[in-house]
């Protein structure tokens, strides 16, 4: 899409494109929850060239992802988040070689003891890929920790997720227990690990580098809500 507009503005959480109200692209009224939020969206798009590049408006994509793709079934939408509590990353740790095995211990331990302590919960942590069943209870309040959240908080959310692989992580971000960079390298620490062994791969870079972004913005929203 060329840019067709001249003056950026925020008007009762909505922004204005030469007065024009934005709207997301199902055509729902693009209206944000809080004033920090809506600058931050209208900044993006006060910083658009010739051309819009979604890329370079994340903001704007979390935003339409939540007012299209969550608001409508909040509840399938947590769901999906919810089944990351069973396979959480930080419960997988390698078998060998031991020292990436004690590095995950040293990074993952303290991040499993704050979730026991906020939600006072257990976790069935294993060496291997195998599946291990966590114990109801742990599932049942993980599930409701991420179903308390409004759809902005749910379409931050879900990126961060997905890419670490971990609920745990996530809800720590969601409560300003960890930051960001923390959070990202503990979710990849295998990844880390290889790199810092065998070599980085160029391509293997940018890839986490764009999945860095994604998630820094994420988190962004989060903080701005």
């Given at each position: 899409m060329k840019r067709f507009w001249t003056d950026v503005a925020v008007e009762a959480g909505a922004i204005l494109l030469d007065g024009r109200a934005l709207r997301t692209p199902a055509q729902a009224p693009l209206l944000l929850p809080s004033h920090a939020l809506a600058e931050a969206l209208a900044d993006e798009w006060r910083a658009v060239g010739s051309e819009v590049d979604p890329r370079a408006m994340p903001?704007?994509?979390?935003?339409?992802?939540?007012?299209?793709?969550?608001?409508?079934?909040?509840?399938?939408?947590?769901?999906?988040?919810?089944?990351?509590?069973?396979?959480?990353?930080?419960?997988?740790?390698?078998?060998?070689?031991?020292?990436?095995a004690a590095w995950q211990a040293?990074?993952?331990?303290?991040?499993?003891?704050?979730?026991?302590?906020?939600?006072?919960?257990?976790?069935?942590?294993?060496?291997?890929?195998?599946?291990?069943?966590?114990?109801?209870?742990?599932?049942?309040?993980?599930?409701?920790?991420?179903?308390?959240?409004?759809?902005?908080?749910?379409?931050?959310?879900?990126?961060?997720?997905?890419?670490?692989?971990?609920?745990v992580v996530a809800l720590m971000l969601a409560e300003g227990a960890i930051a960001p960079d923390a959070a990202f390298d503990a979710t990849h620490l295998d990844e880390l690990w290889q790199a810092d062994l065998w070599g980085e791969e160029w391509?293997?870079?940018d890839a986490r580098a764009l999945r860095r972004a994604d998630f820094a913005s994420a988190n962004r929203m989060l903080r701005l809500l």
């Open positions: 903001l704007t994509g979390l935003a339409n992802a939540a007012i299209d793709k969550v608001g409508p079934d909040v509840a399938s939408f947590t769901a999906g988040l919810a089944i990351y509590g069973e396979t959480d990353v930080l419960c997988y740790r390698a078998e060998t070689p031991p020292e990436l040293q990074i993952w331990d303290p991040l499993l003891d704050w979730a026991r302590l906020r939600y006072d919960i257990a976790f069935v942590v294993a060496a291997g890929i195998v599946h291990r069943a966590q114990p109801p209870e742990t599932r049942a309040r993980l599930s409701s920790a991420i179903a308390a959240r409004n759809p902005f908080e749910l379409a931050a959310l879900s990126p961060i997720v997905t890419i670490g692989g971990s609920l391509m293997a870079a």
